[in-house]
């Protein structure tokens, strides 16, 4: 009877667990649920600056930021790219603004409840362990060039490529090269389209300060220059000029590589990409991970001749040490 009875309850146990054990590997949550779990980096980044100050650990910071920058239902290994990418990026602002105040970091941080009102209770805990188990697995690595934090930067989706420093800030930067990202162009967001009136985009020109006349949107707008790759640096209307950033600001495109088109006596808008399309492509980091890329290799990838290190744990004082010289 004894035997019965265990024999059953093995059965049991088996029905529950081994769903939820694929639940748990399917969604990337495995060995993250548990709190108890130290990857403290030592460094602590206060939260308000009014009383009472919250102190939070620098990768509780990382975890914060990153629910605002990256779909959390992302592969693994982009999330783990993007983790390195928040943790440079911070460690980089922290250093330049000689500050340890995240209100004083240009970067959105979103507490615990925070999260639960943006995902739902029901979802918040599996997205909140996906995030954090790609700031476990990747606990104080960030990336440098030549000894120096790199400015880490990226975007939704390219154009298909990627472009250089070079090209769009005017500067030459080592390990921010154009490189393909061809799958960004089955994105659904690879293509954002608005479409205005002549007199709806005289108004809007107008409530940013820029006064026209009908001729000028009608007859006198154009596309003045642009990069090699079609990101628009300046556009003539008339006699005034306003630059591509403004206009994919005041006209809400997702990039500033876009192109204009008379449509049946209405103005059409057609951007490509979303973003600036400047160092790593989420999209294409997506893709790579998913065709079995590890971080290392993705943020390798996107940043050319970087070195990705671990933090030297020593208080609140950071000492940068390569410990993977490999490039």
Request: with cysteine.
């Amino acid at each position: 009877m004894r035997l019965l009875v265990n024999k059953w309850f093995v059965y049991i146990c088996m029905a529950i667990l081994i769903p939820y054990g694929i639940t748990m590997v399917m969604t990337g949550v495995v060995g993250t649920s548990g709190e108890d779990i130290d990857f403290s980096s030592g460094i602590l980044i206060q939260i308000g600056k009014t009383e009472p100050i919250e102190e939070i650990d620098l990768e509780d910071y990382v975890i914060g930021t990153m629910a605002s920058q990256i779909p959390a239902d992302y592969e693994m290994e982009a999330l783990k790219g993007q983790a390195v990418i928040q943790r440079t990026n911070i460690l980089n602002e922290m250093e330049k603004e000689k500050t340890m105040n995240g209100e004083d970091l240009p970067f959105q941080y979103l507490s615990k409840e925070e999260l639960k009102e943006k995902w739902g209770e029901k979802n918040w805990e599996t997205y909140y362990g996906r995030l954090r188990k790609a700031v476990i697995e990747t606990a104080g690595t960030y990336m440098t060039y030549d000894g120096e934090y790199i400015e880490a930067y990226y975007h939704p989706v390219s154009i298909g490529t990627t472009v250089s420093a070079k090209e769009l800030l005017g500067k030459d930067i080592a390990y921010l090269q154009s490189v393909d990202s061809g799958k960004d162009v089955e994105s659904k967001e690879y293509m954002n389209m608005q479409q205005f009136s002549y007199e709806e985009v005289k108004e809007r020109l107008q409530s940013n300060g820029i006064t026209v006349e009908d001729a000028d949107v009608k007859e006198k707008l154009k596309i003045e220059e642009k990069t090699q790759l079609g990101y628009v640096k300046t556009l003539a209307i008339g006699k005034k000029t306003v630059t591509g950033e403004q206009w994919a600001e005041w006209f809400s495109l997702s990039s500033t590589n876009f192109y204009l088109e008379d449509y049946d006596g209405t103005l059409r808008m057609i951007a490509l990409g979303k973003g600036r399309g400047l160092g790593l492509s989420q999209y294409g980091a997506n893709e790579m991970a998913k065709d079995g890329a590890d971080f290392e290799e993705i943020l390798k990838y996107y940043y050319q001749k970087i070195t990705l290190n671990k933090i030297t744990k020593s208080g609140n004082d950071i000492t940068r040490g390569d410990e993977n010289e490999e490039n």
